[in-house]
């Protein structure tokens, strides 16, 4: 089974600055999508990006983007201008089309804003 | 928007008990999950299905099973609840090719 590494378990950050959430990934297939999700403490996950491996160009949405780096099996996610409401814990997955469309979470990085 | 319920959010049971959990999904989606979520260990996959009547084990199917007789609903099914079943699950929706969709959650304590 595909495993998704998420090596840190806290993060904190400065209102306004930026961060970066570590997600690695092992797989021996090509064709694969990644994603990034968001639970805040009311707990519902919330999808935040997601990346296409077939696709060189990083995926962005507006103060989120991410750092695919395929050959790495590296998937970072970059927050600027971090707000407040940034706060919560954040979980990387993979997705394998071609074993059973199952995802594969990662063990979550819990990200604190400091105001 | 995709809308993912879940029948209860806080649901409170004794050991032995049969449990049944509700997720109802209102966007057509083939694909549906049940996950555990526990500190430090993220989500674990209980069952999935790709389709009405059709479902696959995840990694720690022990002591559950799951139903789905329409396509929007996936009920997961606790056969006699022990108290190491106490968790947070969640349930979630997709495409075949789309990201997933949760519902809030139902936190499940077990006496």
């Known amino acids: 089974a595909q495993t998704v590494t998420q090596s840190q378990p806290e993060m904190s950050v400065q209102e306004a600055e930026t961060v970066t959430l570590s997600c690695t990934y092992d797989t021996s297939e090509s064709d694969y999508y990644l994603f990034w999700y968001k639970q805040p403490p009311s707990r519902q996950m919330i999808l935040v990006i997601r990346q296409e491996a077939y696709k060189q160009q990083n995926a962005t949405e507006n103060r989120f983007s991410v750092n695919f780096q395929k050959a790495a099996k590296s998937f970072s996610l970059k927050i600027s201008d971090s707000q407040l409401g940034d706060a919560a814990m954040y979980f990387c997955a993979y997705r394998s089309p071609l074993t059973g469309n199952q995802f594969y979470f990662g063990t979550g990085t819990s990200l604190t804003v400091i105001p | 928007d995709v809308k993912v319920t879940q029948s209860s959010r806080y649901l409170v049971k004794r050991t032995g008990e049969k449990v049944f959990l509700e997720c109802v999904q209102d966007?057509?989606?083939?694909?549906m999950f049940w996950y555990r979520q526990d500190p430090g260990l993220g989500l674990r996959l209980i069952y999935f299905?790709?389709?009405?009547?059709?479902?696959e084990k995840g990694d720690i199917p022990e002591g559950y099973s799951v139903s789905r007789e329409k396509k929007e609903r996936f009920s997961l099914i606790l056969e006699s609840a022990s108290t190491n079943q106490t968790s947070m699950y969640l349930c979630?929706?997709?495409?075949?090719?789309?990201?997933?969709?949760f519902g809030d959650g139902t936190r499940l304590s077990i006496l």
């Open positions: 979630a929706s997709s495409l075949p090719r789309g990201p997933q969709h």
């Open positions: 966007m057509d989606h083939e694909n």
């Open positions: 299905s790709y389709d009405v009547k059709m479902k």
